[in-house]
């Protein structure tokens, strides 16, 4: 009630649930890890977040992203002590293996803790290549779509939530995601016309 009110700022719960949630992962890591991810979550990762949040809808998977990363860069250095080497001495070609040893695009994540250690002089600046687009597996034709397009203006049986969301992906091919995120005070009515 009292955010609701604005007696306090807004609190990302999600976001705020990410220290203790590290703290449990850190537990049976080596100590040399736990001091490298508490400022990397601290002063990089949740300082940017709570950022952005302030300036713009907040997503809500913000929380499982942040954790994704570092776990990610939990798996490397667990893989890195593997292979008798440091953060320090790992080469590109090392790098490289580790991303392909593992088919998923998951590990290519890993580039905000290399940027974030390469600017410290923890590590050397390694690239990590970024995921390949990937085109969709099926693509509607003009028919379809317009067909589709007719069926969210007049359908009445479909929810107006699904039909307005609908129509904008097929008219100004949005993202479900931005869509999620409009808001009524987005929306400018001039005349008869909403925009």
């Not at 449990?24 to 400022?39: C, G, S, T, Y």
């Not at 893989?79 to 040893?101: M, N, P």
């Not at 904008?168 to 409009?182: E, S």
Request: aromatic content about 6%; some cysteine.
């Amino acid at each position: 009630m009292m955010v609701q009110t604005g007696v306090l700022p807004e609190r990302h719960e999600d976001l705020e649930r990410v220290p203790a949630w590290l703290e449990h992962h850190l537990a049976d890591k080596p100590v040399e890890h736990a001091n490298l991810f508490r400022p990397f979550l601290h002063w990089h990762l949740l300082r940017r977040a709570r950022s952005r949040a302030g300036k713009r809808a907040f997503p809500t998977t913000v929380g499982r992203d942040l954790r994704r990363r570092i776990l990610v860069a939990l798996d490397l250095l667990a893989w890195i002590d593997i292979q008798d080497t440091t953060l320090e001495d790992l080469q590109q070609d090392d790098l490289d293996r580790w991303l392909d040893e593992e088919n998923t695009q998951r590990r290519n994540r890993i580039r905000y803790f290399l940027s974030w250690t390469a600017d410290r002089g923890l590590s050397r600046r390694l690239t990590v290549l970024p995921i390949p687009c990937q085109e969709p597996a099926d693509i509607l034709d003009d028919d379809e779509r317009w067909q589709l397009l007719q069926r969210c203006l007049t359908d009445e049986t479909l929810p107006i939530e699904a039909r307005a969301a609908g129509a904008l992906i097929l008219i100004f091919a949005l993202q479900a995601q931005r869509i999620r995120h409009l808001t009524a005070d987005q929306l400018t009515e001039k005349g008869d016309d909403t925009y």
